[in-house]
C-alpha cells in the first residue's frame, strides 16, 4: 500500500501517534519531497486530537525544510 494512502488513511481515523511515525519514516525515503499539503493534513490532524506540543514541532520542522 502507498505510505501516502495510509498516512492519510491513519489522520482520518484520528490515529495520529501513528500517522506522525508513518510521515518520519517518508521523509528518510530517497522519493521524499517536502509538501506543505501533506504537513497541513497532519497538523490540523494533531490538533484536533489536542496534541499542540506534537504540532508546534512539526510546524518548527516545515519552517527549516523550507
Not at 492519510?8 to 510521515?23: P, W
Not at 499539503?37 to 525544510?65: N, S
Amino acid at each position: 500500500m502507498d505510505m501516502i494512502a495510509v498516512l492519510t488513511e491513519l489522520e482520518r481515523q484520528e490515529e495520529v501517534t501513528l500517522a506522525v511515525g508513518v510521515f518520519r519514516v517518508m521523509q528518510k525515503q530517497d522519493w521524499y519531497k517536502p509538501d506543505v499539503y501533506l504537513y497541513k493534513d497532519l497538523i490540523i490532524a494533531l490538533v484536533k486530537c489536542k496534541k499542540m506540543d506534537d504540532a508546534m514541532q512539526l510546524w518548527e520542522i516545515v519552517r527549516k525544510e523550507d
